[in-house]
């Protein structure tokens, strides 16, 4: 057996500890698009594979047995060059995903369906948006230049962002309650932007706009190819045991007891 876990996530990361703790031989493939990654228990990779057919051949040359997509939920690409790449190879797949959020009592979600939705739910007055979607997609909020736009960065922009009326600020979540209304109350911030990434590392700025009545734009996870989910490292486990066990030996097998077969 051999895994290869397509990461990037806490979840990447603690799936990976798990097979180290029990020497199970894996690789840990990051895509590149943090400045310093963090270290991790296996043999790592950073960098793209080449599409379907490149990640195909990286399986086929390192003798993978199991592919373990655990991506961000909006690492549309990978994900669906996993799927291809995996039934081209003819090994087994299974993603670890983050359960997506749902909004509770006193919310104020508006839900789109992509980037360019969100953009347009931008078309009224001024206002101060935390816009917290990572650095990929910020300028296509340059088609709404009268608003203030806060945006929370693991790493700096290479460039300065296409943002008129902008400030960066750096941080690595996981984020605290605390700290994410300190945040929205410094900044005055009026409405939030993100992306339904799920999980417990950046849902503190939702209960923060609960708590401050902030509404928030709410762009919801990309369609993907059916694929097998689980959302736990327990369940990879489990998982993984299970495609590895031997096929039952027919010729093996105990005999069937005629008077049982007939009914006796």
Known sequence: MKILILGGTTEASALAGALAERSIPGLFSYAGRV????????????????GVAGLA????????????????????????????AARLAGIPLIALTRPPWVPQAGDNW?????????????????????????????????????????LRLVDAPEAPPPLPRHRVVLDRGPFTLAGDLALLREHGIQRIICKNA????????????????????????????????????????TWLAHESAPEPDSESAPESDPRTDRGV
């Open 110 to 150: 508006t839900s789109v369906a992509n980037i360019e939705a969100a953009v347009a739910a931008l078309s009224g007055p001024p206002e101060r948006i935390l816009l917290a979607i990572g650095r990929q997609h910020l300028a296509a909020f340059a088609a709404r230049p009268r608003h203030h736009y806060l």
């Open 198 to 237: 799920g999980g417990s590392g950046a849902i503190a700025k939702l209960t923060a706009a609960r708590e401050l009545g902030l509404p928030v734009v709410m762009i919801e996870r990309p369609a993907l190819p059916e694929r097998r989910e689980v959302h736990s490292v327990e369940a990879v486990i």
């Open 57 to 84: 051949e990286f399986l086929a040359e390192h003798g993978i047995t199991h592919l373990v997509d655990a991506t961000h939920p909006f690492a549309e690409r990978i994900s669906q060059n996993a799927v291809a």
């Open 35 to 50: 400045a310093t990654p963090k270290p991790q228990p296996l043999p790592t990779r950073v960098g793209g594979f080449g």
